[in-house]
């Protein structure tokens, strides 16, 4: 278990951030930069969160 980098503000504020496309199948956290692979999909992540920086992301609607 890997401890948290940044965890933003005590008082429980919550960061927002996105998952931005770096090119193929890697996204990076607008917060903190940390770089995720979505194992060959180029489809916009759905992780509701940073596993680096806990940054909430918005939610990623389905296509159906």
Known sequence: VRPLRNIGNVAGEVARAEWAH???????????GYV????G???????????ECGA????VPDEN
């Open 56 to 59: 909430k992301m918005p939610e």
């Open 22 to 32: 770096l090119g193929g199948d890697e996204w990076c956290c607008t917060h903190c």
């Open 36 to 39: 995720i692979n979505t194992e």
């Open 41 to 51: 999909s180029w489809e916009k992540p759905r992780r509701k969160y940073c596993e």
